[in-house]
T-cell receptor
Framework: KNQVEQSPQSLIILEGKNCTLQ??????????LRWYKQDTGRGPVSLTI?????NTKSNGRYTATLDADTKQSSLHITASQLSDSASYIC?????????????FGKGTHLIIQP | GAGVSQSPSNKVTEKGKDVELRCDPI?????LYWYRQSLGQGLEFLIY????????KSGLPSDRFSAERTGGSVSTLTIQRTQQEDSAVYLC?????????????FGPGTRLTVL
């Protein structure tokens, strides 16, 4: 069964600090992995997408990594800001299966404190 | 351009009533998805439309749930005889096509509360 596990479930850090969110998956065959940011009361917004051959991809202060061998991804946030407070969702895509081959993690709830 | 819009933004209803939730996808997007997000939970897939193909209804939790997409554009999710456990945020997303690398664009959601 395709699964996406995210950790930690929630995280509180001080403004200006760095943090790393984890995503482990058992999805086959793997097509790509995407990180979304979901602000409270809003829909998720895509941050990055990584395909099998990509190891690292950055979007401003967000850097995603992918290890396709161990089936792990991380999202690193540098110099956190109050606006980074949100849920971060890992979504893995496969070429087949239900829901058009998308498997969602439950998300990490990140709180940035001043 | 305009993003995905959903209406209403909030809906409070009494147990046993029917509700209709509306989604206006981005113009030209052929794929449309409905998800449910309960408090503290991840996104739960409900139904998926792709062009003129038969929808993938594998995620609908019961026969009280149904959805249609008229003219390949606007979609309506209907919940009949609502129950308290139906309370959640219902999110709609559209995608340019079903190419795997295409981005899903989500609407702001409809928060449904069943009293």
């Amino acid at each position: 069964k395709n699964q996406v596990e995210q950790s930690p479930q929630s995280l509180i850090i001080l403004e200006g600090k760095n943090c790393t969110l984890q995503c482990n998956y058992t999805v086959s065959p793997f097509s790509n992995l995407r990180w979304y940011k979901q602000d409270t009361g809003r829909g998720p917004v895509s941050l990055t997408i990584m395909t099998f051959s990509e190891n690292t991809k950055s979007n401003g202060r967000y850097t995603a990594t992918l290890d396709a061998d161990t089936k792990q991804s991380s999202l690193h946030i540098t110099a956190s800001q109050l606006s980074d407070s949100a849920s971060y969702i890992c979504v893995v895509s496969t070429s087949g299966g239900g829901a058009d081959g998308l498997t969602f993690g439950k998300g990490t709830h990140l709180i940035i404190q001043p | 351009g305009a993003g995905v819009s959903q209406s209403p933004s909030n809906k409070v209803t009494e147990k046993g009533k029917d509700v209709e939730l509306r989604c206006d996808p981005i113009s030209g997007h052929t794929a449309l998805y409905w998800y449910r997000q309960s408090l503290g939970q991840g996104l739960e897939f409900l139904i998926y439309f792709q062009g003129n193909s038969a929808p993938d209804k594998s995620g609908l939790p019961s026969d009280r749930f149904s959805a249609e997409r008229t003219g390949g554009s606007v979609s309506t999710l209907t919940i009949q005889r609502t129950q308290q456990e139906d309370s959640a945020v219902y999110l709609c997303a559209s995608r340019p096509s079903r190419v795997n690398t295409d981005t899903q664009y989500f609407g702001p959601g409809t928060r449904l509360t069943v009293l």
